[in-house]
């Protein structure tokens, strides 16, 4: 009997932590299909392409998969007494799972390289994405919270914190990643006043990629409202 999402997170998270401690270098994602790539310019600006990019290592490669992995999540029902029972699972020990998984791609994002924050960035759009097209598909009925909502992140304050000191001492490319994962957290990012005024101020930043990417957050945040 094949395992579902809920069934499988533990396993997930413990495989996504041994990659990302891993000093194995893994094979070229050449293969791997996602969401837009997202490179940026030598003027900072944030692009969109298709193209897939050739990332190095064993803890990218996790990244990538735990982001699709986290998509065919977002998509199944919320388990069940009977579902619980079947595969001997604790009730809301999956959503523990989960919560550490997300906590451990914003740790990735803040001490790894460039790779490495592209590659969290990507698995969070791809996350984002998936959840706007459920929303669509099931509008007018009764939906379940997605992973990324308020209600079902219990840490967000600590990921809005990891994050929140990239951005203030990042690079503008690092900075600029920062602002795209606080859209993707749109849902619960928006309640901070603290970030509100923090995003407000940057409108008359003269740093290109930051400027760019506040339109990304702010049409997140509509959207979530």
Not at 5 to 29: D, H, N
Not at 88 to 96: I, W
Not at 114 to 137: H, T, W, Y
């Amino acid at each position: 009997m094949e395992k579902i999402p809920a069934a499988c997170a533990m396993e997930w998270s413990i495989e996504l932590e041994k990659a990302l401690r891993s000093k194995v270098p893994g094979e070229l994602l050449n293969s791997a299909k996602g969401p837009e790539f997202i490179s940026f310019s030598s003027s900072s600006a944030l692009v969109f392409s298709a193209e897939i990019s050739y990332c190095p290592g064993r803890a990218v490669e996790a990244i990538s998969q735990v982001g699709s992995r986290l998509e065919q999540w977002n998509l199944e029902p919320e388990p069940t007494m009977s579902v619980y029972t079947l595969y001997g699972l604790v009730p809301g020990e999956e959503r523990l799972f989960a919560n550490a998984i997300l906590l451990r791609l914003a740790d990735a994002f803040v001490t790894g390289g460039r790779n490495i924050k592209v590659a969290v960035v990507r698995a969070f759009l791809g996350l984002r994405k998936c959840e706007r097209k459920r929303r669509r598909r099931k509008r007018g009925s009764k939906t379940k919270d997605g992973i990324l909502s308020k209600g079902r992140v219990n840490n967000f304050p600590e990921l809005l914190m990891r994050v929140k000191a990239v951005f203030d001492s990042g690079d503008a490319d690092s900075r600029a990643m920062a602002l795209v994962l606080f859209g993707c957290w749109a849902n619960f990012a928006k309640d901070s006043a603290h970030l509100r005024y923090l995003l407000l101020s940057n409108l008359v930043s003269s740093d290109v990629s930051v400027d760019q990417t506040f339109t990304i957050y702010a049409m997140s945040a509509r959207n979530d409202a």
